[in-house]
C-alpha cells in the first residue's frame, strides 16, 4: 500500500501541531494574566487545535484527485535556502530585535523564491513589518524586544 503525498504531509503537519500545541502550554504567563480572556498562551493554542483539526481531516478524508508528484520538477535549492534563512532568523532576532530581522528576512525569502524587484521586496517587508509591530505594540500592549528601536528611541 502506497501513502499518497497529501495523506503523508498532512501526517507529519499533525505530528508538528501535535507537538506546537504542546509547547503552547509550557509558555510562562504572568499570574494576574493567567485567567484573562487573552493572554501570551491563547493564540498558540487555538493555533495549534486548528493544525490538528485541519490536518486530521485531511487524513481521514478520503482524496478526489490522485496527486502525482514529478520530483524533476521540483525546487529543492530554495527549499533548503528558506530553511537555512529561517534557522538565521531564528538566530538572530533576539540579537537585532524583531524589525529588522523580520525586515531582512521576508527580503531574503522574497528573493530566493524568485523576485527581483527590488522596490516590491522593500515595500513588502520594511513598511510591513513596522505596521504589524505597530498593531503589537502600539494598539495591543504586546511588547517585542527591540535593541535597534530601541536605540533609536522609538520603542522604550
Not at 36 to 46: D, E, G, L, Q
Not at 104 to 123: D, K, P, Q
Amino acid at each position: 500500500m502506497r501513502i499518497s503525498p497529501t495523506k503523508f504531509i498532512s501526517l507529519l503537519f499533525f505530528i508538528f501541531s501535535a507537538f506546537y500545541l504542546y509547547t503552547a502550554h509550557q509558555i510562562v504567563v504572568f499570574t494576574f494574566d493567567e485567567n484573562a480572556p487573552f493572554n501570551a498562551r491563547t493564540f498558540p493554542i487555538y493555533l495549534g487545535w486548528a493544525g490538528i483539526l485541519i490536518s486530521s481531516l485531511i487524513i481521514i478524508l478520503p482524496e478526489k484527485t490522485k496527486i502525482e508528484v514529478n520530483h524533476k520538477h521540483l525546487d529543492y535549492k530554495s527549499i533548503i535556502y528558506l530553511v537555512l534563512i529561517s534557522l538565521i532568523y531564528g538566530a538572530v532576532i533576539l540579537k537585532i530585535g524583531y524589525f529588522l530581522s523580520t525586515s531582512l528576512f521576508l527580503i531574503a525569502s522574497y528573493y530566493f523564491l524568485g523576485e527581483r524587484r527590488w522596490l516590491w521586496m522593500f515595500l513588502l517587508s520594511f513598511p510591513f513589518v513596522a505596521v504589524f509591530m505597530f498593531l503589537l505594540h502600539g494598539l495591543l500592549n504586546i511588547y517585542l524586544r527591540d535593541p535597534l528601536l530601541k536605540y533609536l528611541g522609538i520603542i522604550g
